[in-house]
């Protein structure tokens, strides 16, 4: 047996991948507990300085495995399924609070829990032949894996439950136009845009990475107040504590690249 979610390091960059094809990548309950174990590596690895999150074949992912519902309705436990929310939802904990960056590589289709992962990037580039929807309501249920979190706060409440209740498909140019993704490019040219996007993160100033994430992230939940004194604080300790920082005011005064090691 394959294993469900693949992971590889290479040059700072982890790219993890969504691993059975022949479903179109959609989860089952071996998919979600692996894909929780692996991002919580790469979320707390100091080797890594980037992900990138893709799946094999020419999809992305296709949500929850149907055939994996349909045969808890009649023989499994209700356990099992609450066991594989838990570990998607863990998931998209992780790609929302790495502290590095995360990219989507989406081809195909993403839909439903597919969508609650991309979501749950900090950015994402789209194959042109990509397709997308929400998915959830087709099936007759609510979303999971974020995406209630996340869609509002991308497109506004309206659009989010446009999106949400119709459950329609759309294309990776209406997903730009949707801010979900970030750029849409031909399918033969996704990986090497992903990598080169990927690579320019991996090289940049990780800690100020984090710390803007963070800060962004955290911003829906502070009164302005309380956000100008999280970002006095991360300024302040990025000022006192990071070589990147040093390492940025030294290469702009001499007029030259910097040299980041994400410290």
Request: with cysteine; glycine share 4%.
């Given at each position: 047996m394959s294993d469900p979610v693949l992971y590889d390091v290479s040059d700072a960059v982890a790219t993890i991948t969504?691993?059975?094809?022949?479903?179109?990548?959609?989860?089952?309950?071996?998919?979600?507990?692996?894909?929780?174990?692996?991002?919580?590596?790469?979320?707390w690895d100091s080797g890594v300085r980037a992900i990138v999150l893709t799946g094999a074949g020419g999809h992305f992912m296709a949500g929850?495995?149907?055939?994996?519902?349909?045969?808890?309705?009649?023989h499994g436990t209700q356990d099992d399924l609450v066991d594989a929310?838990?570990?998607?939802?863990?998931?998209?904990?992780?790609?929302?609070?790495?502290p590095k960056p995360v990219i989507a590589a989406v081809r195909g289709v993403c839909a439903g829990g597919g969508m609650s992962l991309m979501l749950?990037?900090?950015?994402?580039?789209?194959?042109?032949?990509?397709?997308?929807?929400?998915?959830?309501?087709?099936?007759?249920?609510?979303p999971d894996g974020g995406l209630s979190f996340h869609l509002p706060r991308i497109v506004g409440i309206r659009r989010a439950m446009e999106l949400a209740l119709l459950s329609e498909k759309f294309d990776a140019a209406r997903a730009?136009?949707?801010?979900?993704?970030?750029?849409?490019?031909?399918?033969?040219?996704?990986?090497?845009?992903?990598?080169?996007?990927a690579t320019r993160l991996a090289a940049g100033p990780t800690r100020a990475f984090a710390r803007t994430k963070?800060?962004?992230?955290?911003?829906f939940s502070r009164d302005m107040s309380d956000q100008l004194?999280?970002?006095?604080?991360?300024?302040?300790?990025?000022?006192?504590?990071?070589?990147?920082?040093a390492e940025g005011i030294e290469a702009f005064l001499a007029k030259r690249e910097p040299a980041f090691r994400g410290r």
């Open positions: 969504l691993n059975r094809p022949e479903q179109l990548n959609c989860l089952d309950l071996a998919m979600a507990a692996r894909l929780a174990r692996v991002l919580e590596t790469a979320a929850g495995d149907i055939n994996v519902f349909h045969e808890h309705l009649g929310v838990r570990n998607f939802q863990r998931s998209a904990k992780l790609l929302r609070r790495a749950a990037c900090d950015l994402a580039i789209a194959a042109d032949d990509a397709t997308f929807s929400v998915a959830y309501t087709r099936i007759g249920a609510p730009f136009e949707l801010s979900l993704v970030q750029k849409v490019v031909p399918a033969d040219r996704l990986d090497a845009e992903v990598s080169a996007l963070a800060l962004i992230n955290q911003s004194e999280a970002e006095l604080e991360s300024f302040v300790n990025t000022f006192v504590g990071s070589p990147d920082f």
